[in-house]
Structure formats: structure tokens, C-alpha cells
């Protein structure tokens, strides 16, 4: 089992409406959970980091973390054509600064 | 904001020649160095954890002969690919960790090994 998993996609999703973008885990030791984005060919920018249960807002980001489920997901309202790109979960555990990367889902935002 | 000057951006060898990248944290200081591979339509994965003026830490699988880490300060890292072949080539990133900034990631080194 993949320590980070994620639905590789792709993922098509109209312009203006919800993406979702969904993450599990293996280790219920880990702590602190992000959210990068990647457009082709260049690194990752962080979106979001979350590291308590429940929901955490930032402007049309949305990241949920369940840990009792092992699950964190991403949420992109009003979505728009510049959030096509792989969104990558990372994941990182208690005393350890590694980050574990998910495979990343592709988005499509079609126009 | 942190920034992490990688460079360069793309280099081309030829097969059996070294490839120096380079991480430099350009107004913080990076305790720790994390150097990543990425091959087509794949996540990153973690090759080396540096630490400055220590040895690197590699992950199960990465030959530290071949893939040589520097860390000399704490606003440089090197990655050397020693000996490169065309399985070699990939995308190569470095981040850098601070207490204050968290995860910074360079810009990122596409290696083409012929």
C-alpha cells in the first residue's frame, strides 16, 4: 500500500464550478498535510497546509483533513481555467521533516 | 518571501560526464536541504536529506556514489550527478526547510543525459 494516494485523473471539471481533490494516507502518525500545485515542467507552489481536523479556508481553497478516516481533501470553487495543473498531497509525520508525495491528480478546467 | 535559486534550469550531457545543480537559499537559511527526482508523469521522489556540515541522509535505493550532495552552509546545497546516463535523466528539484518559511522548492533542473 502507497504510503499517499491519490486518484490520478484526469479529473475535468467545467470553469466555475467545484473541484475536488481527494488524498489518502497510510501512517496515523502523520501530522501536517499540504496541498501543491504543479503546472508541466516546473516545480511544486504550495497551496494550502492544514494540520487540525475540519475545514481551513483560503480565498477558493478549501482544505478538509479527517484523520480519523485518514483523508484530506482539496476544494477549488469557481473553478477557472489557470487550476489546470497536477495537484500534488504531501504528507509529513511527528519528528520527521520529510514530506511524502501522492502520485498528484491531474485537473482539467474546461472552458 | 523565501526564494531557492536553483540552477540550472536544463543541462544536456553526454553519457559518462558529471552534472553539478545547484540550491542556494537566497534570504533565509535553510537548516536542512531536501533534494527530489521526477521522472515523467510521476510524483516527487525524495533522493537525499541534507543537513549543513553533515553528511546527507539518502533514501533506500539512491546510490550516494553516483549522486554526490554538498551542504556546505546553510544557504548552499549541491547535487552532483557522477558518471550520468541516460536513465539518469529526470527533473530534479531541490527544498529547502526553515522554522520560519516551512518548505521552499527551487525552480528545478531538467537533466538530459545522450
Known amino acids: 500500500q502507497k504510503e499517499v494516494e491519490q486518484n490520478s485523473g484526469p479529473l475535468s471539471v467545467p470553469e466555475g464550478a467545484i473541484a475536488s481533490l481527494n488524498c489518502t494516507y497510510s501512517?496515523?502518525?502523520?501530522?501536517?498535510f499540504f496541498w501543491y500545485r504543479q503546472y508541466s515542467g516546473k516545480s511544486p507552489e504550495l497551496i494550502m497546509f492544514?494540520?487540525?481536523?475540519g475545514d481551513k479556508e483560503d480565498g477558493r481553497f478549501t482544505a478538509q483533513l479527517n484523520k480519523a478516516s485518514q483523508y484530506v481533501s482539496l476544494l477549488i470553487r469557481d473553478s477557472q481555467p489557470s487550476d489546470s495543473a497536477t495537484y500534488l498531497c504531501?504528507?509529513?509525520?511527528?519528528?520527521?521533516?520529510?514530506?511524502?508525495f501522492g502520485t498528484g491528480t491531474r485537473l482539467t478546467i474546461i472552458p | 518571501g523565501a526564494v531557492v535559486s536553483q540552477h540550472p534550469s536544463w543541462v544536456i550531457c553526454k553519457s559518462g560526464t558529471s552534472v553539478k545543480i545547484e540550491c542556494r537559499s537566497l534570504?533565509?537559511?535553510?537548516?536542512?536541504m531536501f533534494w527530489y527526482r521526477q521522472f515523467p508523469k510521476q510524483s516527487l521522489m525524495l533522493m537525499a536529506t541534507?543537513?549543513?556540515?553533515?553528511?546527507?541522509?539518502?533514501e533506500q535505493g539512491v546510490e550516494k556514489d553516483k549522486f554526490l550532495i554538498n551542504h556546505a552552509s546553510l544557504t548552499l546545497s549541491t547535487l552532483t550527478v557522477t558518471s550520468a546516463h541516460p536513465e539518469d535523466s529526470s527533473f530534479y528539484i531541490c527544498?529547502?526547510?526553515?522554522?520560519?518559511?516551512?518548505?521552499?522548492f527551487g525552480s528545478g533542473t531538467r537533466l538530459t543525459v545522450v
Open positions: 527544498s529547502a526547510s526553515s522554522s520560519n518559511y516551512g518548505y521552499t
Open positions: 501512517d496515523r502518525g502523520s501530522q501536517s
Open positions: 492544514i494540520y487540525s481536523n
Open positions: 504531501a504528507v509529513t509525520n511527528f519528528g520527521n521533516e520529510k514530506l511524502t
Open positions: 534570504d533565509f537559511q535553510a537548516t536542512t
Open positions: 541534507s543537513n549543513e556540515g553533515s553528511k546527507a541522509t539518502y
